[in-house]
């Protein structure tokens, strides 16, 4: 084997190709250290809520729809990211952490220059306690990485991922790089010239690696989905690009948001711009079969207008949750609203209470999860962001705790936001939040109490 076929890694590590896109990765040497809990709000909490990270750094889980807890619960995923205040660079590594929620350790288990300050490196789980997947940047391009928690080896694949499949048969991803035109923090710093992006392009769009074989082939182009949206006439002179990926929890669908830029045009603010022009982001979700089939639009780029943001699966997997206006309906309130994902059965729930932050439910749909943010829980005199739990049956509303997230609050980019997330049991939530002004990611305990 030729010199040339060995690079160096984000950590040091020695990189060596055994298939074209296949690197394995020297093994780590990490060790688990010691990491005593801290109880948060213990008076006023409902239920135990605990601080789970150590006080040496900055530290987030990924997002509100990818669990950090591992199949077996007996682990958390963690990033430790090298800082905060100022934008990720190229070059500076951010740490992928396991924590032990039984002994109270952290370990190190790689270290990564793949993150942003949203998703972190967007940790995803196999299908057992033994696999974490993250991204990294090698050989000039953002990939999936793979870290066998037993062995300590580490392989990286040919393709990028936003998400996993359930069954740990492979990842998609729109390019972790292009995704930063549209908005920064969710993909991996800028470490070359974005691919450019010419309307909706047949050639670029969702990849999807198949993680035995290394195979990376596309499963649906931007231009294929620009084919199904309810008015494809308002798209022509724009450029397409896909956001949040994501499988439902039985593998058989994914839904995908698609986002259209016009030049010249702002995009700040882009999910609340009104119908009739052609700024900002232009949102629409679109849903397919696992295998990139039967493509159909479920939320359109009009309904998406009144004003939105964060879709997420229903556990059922047939049926989508997210904050929307339903002003098609006369409702210009923001709420919490359920659709199945052809689009139909369009419903509101909690009708008392107004939308917000990151929601989600639990299995057997008794529970609405959330959060707010920084300019929502001031307005409501609030020195810290509640993280909220609503039944669905009686509409009764409480706080788990409330935590400071009033960091970096003005930059869209290095904001924090709780991201609350089940455990898999929905026993247990997590979030991020920042109790003393460094980030940190708490732990809420619900068995005693739902």
Request: proline share 5%; charged share 25%.
């Amino acid at each position: 084997m030729n010199r040339k076929d060995f690079l160096t890694t984000s950590a040091g590590f020695l990189a060596f190709m055994t298939l074209p896109g296949f690197f394995l990765i020297e093994k780590s040497k990490s060790v688990p250290k010691k990491n005593k809990f801290r109880d948060y709000q213990p008076k006023t909490s409902f239920g135990k809520v605990k601080i789970v990270t150590p006080n040496d750094g900055y530290y987030i889980h990924t997002f509100f729809d990818v669990c950090p807890f591992s199949p077996g619960q007996k682990y958390l995923a963690v990033n430790k990211l090298p800082y905060q205040g100022k934008e990720a660079k190229y070059g500076d590594t951010c740490d992928v952490c396991i924590i032990d929620l039984e002994n109270e350790t952290i370990e190190t288990v790689y270290s990564t220059k793949g993150w942003g300050f949203q998703l972190g490196a967007n940790l995803n789980w196999g299908k057992t306690d033994r696999y974490i997947f993250t991204n990294d940047i090698i050989d000039n391009q953002a990939v999936c990485v793979r870290i066998d928690l037993e062995t300590k080896e580490i392989h990286a694949f040919a393709g990028p991922m936003y998400h996993i499949a359930p069954d740990e048969s492979a990842v998609i991803g729109f390019p972790l790089d292009t995704i930063n035109v549209t908005q920064m923090g969710y993909g991996v710093p800028k470490f070359k010239e974005y691919d450019q992006i010419k309307g909706a392009p047949k050639d670029q769009g969702l990849w999807r690696t198949n993680l035995k074989t290394n195979e990376k082939k596309l499963l649906v182009s931007l231009r294929d989905t620009a084919k199904h949206a309810t008015d494809p006439a308002f798209l022509e002179g724009g450029n397409s690009y896909f956001f949040h990926s994501k499988y439902n929890r039985q593998g058989t669908r994914i839904f995908q948001v698609m986002r259209c830029l016009f030049p010249d045009k702002d995009v700040s603010g882009g999910s609340e711009r009104p119908d009739h022009t052609k700024e900002g982001w232009n949102p629409m979700v679109f849903v397919f079969n696992a295998d990139g089939t039967n493509i159909h639009e479920t939320v359109t780029r009009k309904q998406w207008s009144f004003g939105g943001n964060h879709p997420n699966w229903h556990p059922d997997g047939e049926n989508i949750i997210m904050n929307i206006k339903p002003g098609w309906l006369g409702d210009t309130n923001m709420r919490f609203c359920m659709f199945h994902h052809t689009g139909k059965d369009f419903k509101i729930l909690a009708s008392k209470h107004t939308g917000s932050g990151h929601p989600s439910v639990n299995a057997d749909f008794t529970y609405l999860l959330s959060d707010y943010y920084v300019g929502e829980y001031k307005a409501l005199g609030l020195d810290g962001a509640p993280i909220r739990l609503i039944n669905l049956n009686t509409e009764e509303e409480v706080y788990l705790c409330t935590v400071f997230t009033d960091v970096d609050s003005d930059n869209e980019t290095l904001r924090i936001d709780p991201h609350p997330v089940w455990s898999r049991d929905y026993k247990k939530v997590c979030f991020n939040g920042a109790p003393e002004g460094k980030r940190q990611v708490l732990i809420a305990d619900l068995k005693d109490k739902i």
